[in-house]
């Protein structure tokens, strides 16, 4: 769970886009989706009478992200998939989120896909969120490789 104390509230989060951040000495891409966001009617969940996700805060580890992708840009065709470290929180939610991670796909046209994926631990129901165009918002025009690494660096890439 993010502290009210680490919590950075900005226009961004307002609009619901990813911004970094630094936490705990990582970098950190950090989306908030309060209560009544439309992109939250796009979860979709393995059990349709479970609880719905009322309000959610992500947070994506820039170096897990990183490594995905750039593995994922050297084995073309080799690799289906690699997962991502993040968290994920709601503080509405009734059951109890666990096992989180971000799924990175490639695609042949030099894109990837981004999906959030987490559990109700006391159900086992699976939950997942379309990140992608959150972070291909997030990416602009640079490729997501280089944007990721120039966020290690500290220095953005502009859009």
Request: some cysteine; hydrophobic content about 35%.
């Amino acid at each position: 769970m993010i502290d009210n104390q680490d919590k950075e509230v900005t226009q961004a989060s307002c609009e619901a886009r990813f911004f970094l951040k630094q936490e705990n000495g990582k970098r950190i891409l950090y989306l908030n989706l309060p209560d009544g966001s439309d992109e939250l009617n796009t979860i979709w969940q393995t059990d349709e009478y479970d609880f719905t996700v009322p309000d959610l805060e992500v947070s994506i580890d820039v170096e897990s992200l990183y490594t995905a992708v750039r593995l994922l840009n050297e084995n073309p065709g080799i690799l289906h998939s690699i997962s991502a470290k993040c968290s994920a929180d709601s503080f509405g939610f009734e059951g109890k989120l666990r096992y989180e991670r971000l799924d990175v796909k490639p695609f042949p046209i030099n894109s990837f896909s981004y999906y959030l994926e987490f559990y109700n631990d006391w159900t086992g129901t699976l939950y997942e969120l379309d990140l992608s165009p959150f972070l291909d918002d997030f990416f602009g025009e640079c490729d997501p490789e280089s944007k990721l690494e120039a966020c290690l660096r500290q220095h953005l890439c502009l859009k």
